[in-house]
């Protein structure tokens, strides 16, 4: 943690949770995605979208401090911007259709890493954890960690409580062993995947309970063993890419 940022000294002073208005909101950003139309509305974005995410954010974090320390940073650090990025798509539709917020590992690049995923829609809210599109050095360290770790992981993901609550992601699976792997390893199935994680899907109404903070720290604790896991042999990965 950064040791200009404490959680329990940065307020934002709006509730940590969303109303209607945001719904209807992002409803009207999936109908109308251009500049022409958000401008105008951008008071609205800024207090309806903006200030309750970061407070949610904010509050969260500070609960962050007993499951996933090593994950703690400034709200306005974890909030995603809600622009795309057009420069090599098609769509030049110039925002998302969702706000996001991802808590990475400190020291990390933002998106590196192992962490925890938080996106609101107008038709859902979803939670996720686990380590998404990784960069080759951090893929290679965690096929290699499953090597000798795979019984772990497996406890991990099949356990009856994650299971009750979150689904496994799409893990974008290689069609066979990639080079330089055993074949028929134990660990096979796992090494094929390119990315490692859980996620479910709420409906967008929850986000505007007064419990979602609770709410989403039930879902993120209790993934906190496997995105550890996941991350435990990364940090090497990422020094030695900087090397």
Do not use: C
């Amino acid at each position: 943690m950064s040791a200009a940022y404490s959680p329990a000294t940065h307020s934002y002073h709006i509730v940590p949770h969303f109303h209607e208005e945001a719904l209807r909101f992002l409803r009207g950003l999936r109908r109308n995605n251009r500049r022409e139309w958000f401008e105008p509305r951008r008071p609205i974005f800024e207090r309806e979208i903006k200030a309750p995410m970061l407070a949610l954010i904010e509050a969260v974090t500070a609960g962050m401090t007993d499951y996933a320390p090593d994950h703690l940073r400034p709200a306005n650090r974890i909030m995603l911007r809600i622009y795309r990025d057009i420069r090599f798509s098609a769509d030049k539709s110039p925002y998302k259709q969702h706000v996001a917020a991802w808590w990475g590992r400190a020291g990390m690049p933002k998106t590196s890493g192992a962490g925890y995923y938080l996106h609101l829609s107008g038709t859902e809210l979803i939670l996720a954890a686990g380590l998404y599109m990784p960069p080759s050095d951090q893929l290679l360290a965690v096929r290699r960690h499953l090597l000798t770790h795979h019984e772990q992981f497996r406890s991990l993901i099949e356990d009856r409580r994650i299971r009750r609550l979150f689904s496994l992601h799409d893990p974008n699976a290689l069609t066979r062993d990639p080079k330089g792997f055993p074949a028929d390893h134990p660990a096979s199935e796992y090494i094929r995947w390119r990315q490692w994680g859980v996620t479910t899907s709420l409906p967008a109404e929850t986000a505007l309970e007064h419990t979602l903070p609770r709410t989403v720290a039930a879902h993120f604790a209790l993934a906190a063993p496997l995105v550890d896991f996941l991350n435990q042999p990364i940090p090497q990965a990422a020094k030695s890419a900087l090397l």
